[in-house]
């Protein structure tokens, strides 16, 4: 019997191709109960794609809170990406830091931040990325503008916002217009607008150039686009990767 060490040559191979198997296997995200209606809103996968985020990237999430989109983000980007949780809510970073440390994702780091500085470090990120909470920010310019130097040379910042003339709660929402104005005021320009959810808006933006030489700051100048894409039904909420658990609701609304 060809052995190795001691070990018979049959019984190697299970261990390798188990342990193999075992390194390789993707988390498993459990969506909980009152994340359900909002990834009706904002499909996890859909909004990940239209970011462009792939494998391999570091991204930075601005108002983290529990992890409700931060799980999708940490999959997406793989072993070899990683994602920075931010949030001034410490209680809320460490749920979800549990969740990650029982899902298995190893390439989540939080960070407690504060209203105006998120405290990325510089030139880490491919992408800064925010949803569901810049109408919730105290100070959102002063906040924006800090992001700045946390973004790689050819880095993004992609926000998804309510926009006031779609949204149910028009009080937690913006218009286009004031929201490229604020962008611009924080040192941005935003390239592209997505329309296609159901209340929110996708918005892709990019640090101002020095030879710019001023932006058309309405919102009818920039690329707007509407996909054909509708809202799943409830019972395709996930993928063969999620499932939802019983957990319940929390204070945070990420």
Same mark, same amino acid.
């Given at each position: 019997?060809?052995? %190795? !060490? ?6 190697? %191979?299970? =261990? ?7 390194a390789w ?27 462009? =985020? ?5 991204i ?6 529990g ?6 983000l ?21 749920? =979800?830091k549990t !969740? ?15 209203v ?24 959102p ?16 910042l ?22 490229? !104005? ?8 935003v ?11 996708i ?19 920039? !690329? ?10 409830a ?8 499932r ?11």
């Amino acid at each position: 019997m060809c052995t %190795f !060490r001691g070990i018979p040559a049959s019984v190697l %191979f299970l =261990l390798l191709t188990h342990a193999n198997g075992f390194a390789w296997q993707e988390p498993r995200i459990e969506v909980e109960t009152w994340e359900v209606r909002i990834n009706l809103r904002q499909p996890p996968a859909k909004v990940i794609d239209t970011i462009g =985020l792939k494998p391999g990237m570091v991204i930075g999430e601005v108002g983290a809170g529990g992890g409700r989109i931060t799980l999708w983000l940490a999959q997406r980007v793989g072993p070899n990406g990683h994602v920075y949780a931010n949030d001034i809510d410490e209680k809320a970073l460490r749920h =979800l830091k549990t !969740r990650c440390e029982k899902a298995g994702f190893m390439n989540v780091t939080t960070i407690v931040g504060t209203v105006t500085e998120p405290r990325f470090q510089p030139h880490s990120l491919d992408i800064a990325f925010v949803t569901n909470t810049y109408h919730h920010l105290e100070k959102p310019i002063e906040l924006v503008k800090n992001l700045l130097p946390s973004l790689k040379e050819n880095g993004i910042l992609a926000i998804i916002e309510r926009d006031a003339d779609r949204a149910v709660s028009r009080e937690e929402a913006t218009s286009k217009d004031d929201f490229v !104005r604020q962008m611009a005021a924080a040192g941005f320009d935003v390239i592209r607008i997505e329309t296609f959810l159901q209340e929110d808006n996708i918005y892709i933006a990019r640090p101002k150039q020095v030879n710019d030489g001023g932006s058309d700051l309405s919102a009818s100048a920039i !690329r707007v686009r509407k996909s054909s894409w509708q809202r799943p039904p409830a019972k395709r909420i996930g993928d063969s990767t999620s499932r939802t658990t019983s957990t319940p609701s929390s204070t945070w609304d990420r």
